[in-house]
């Protein structure tokens, strides 16, 4: 299973970060456009490589979700907060990369999980 070497890439980098590093490890896993909407990006170059909102896009969430009660880092899975944002476009129309108002949505949606988890806190604090 190609998430299962993900996952295994994961605990490799998380035990390099604490044991050699001496910092904790998140890991955030945000979606593409195609994952969350149809509206996104219609002149991608992308277009046709892959079922938009299809059966499969979500296997990764579902994943990593799964992975959550056992991985000895926290995984922050981003997917209902871009699912439940009404900021519009976060996309570039040509290019399916965030644009200013999709990096910006990122940025204070991974700082509000950081403010409500005081675990994550004062673990980068200590640095």
């Given at each position: 299973?190609?998430?299962?070497?993900?996952?295994?890439?994961?605990?490799?980098?998380?035990?390099?970060?604490?044991?050699?590093?001496?910092?904790?490890?998140?890991?955030?896993?945000?979606?593409?456009?195609?994952?969350?909407?149809?509206?996104?990006?219609?002149?991608?170059?992308?277009?046709?490589?892959?079922?938009?909102?299809?059966?499969?896009?979500?296997?990764?969430?579902?994943?990593?979700?799964?992975?959550?009660?056992?991985?000895?880092?926290?995984?922050?899975?981003?997917?209902?907060d871009f699912q439940k944002t009404?900021?519009?476009?976060?996309?570039?129309?040509?290019?399916?990369?965030?644009?200013?108002?999709?990096?910006?949505?990122?940025?204070?949606?991974?700082?509000?999980?950081?403010?409500?988890?005081?675990?994550?806190?004062?673990?980068?604090?200590?640095?």
């Amino acid at each position: 299973n190609l998430f299962d070497d993900i996952y295994a890439t994961l605990l490799q980098i998380n035990a390099y970060c604490l044991d050699t590093l001496h910092a904790p490890f998140i890991t955030l896993v945000p979606p593409r456009h195609w994952q969350y909407t149809d509206k996104e990006s219609p002149g991608t170059w992308e277009t046709g490589g892959f079922d938009v909102m299809g059966p499969y896009a979500l296997e990764n969430f579902r994943y990593f979700d799964s992975k959550k009660p056992e991985a000895p880092f926290p995984i922050i899975t981003l997917l209902n907060d871009f699912q439940k944002t009404e900021q519009f476009p976060l996309n570039f129309k040509e290019d399916s990369h965030w644009n200013k108002k999709g990096a910006e949505f990122f940025a204070e949606t991974v700082s509000g999980y950081l403010e409500k988890n005081a675990s994550f806190s004062r673990a980068i604090t200590r640095q």
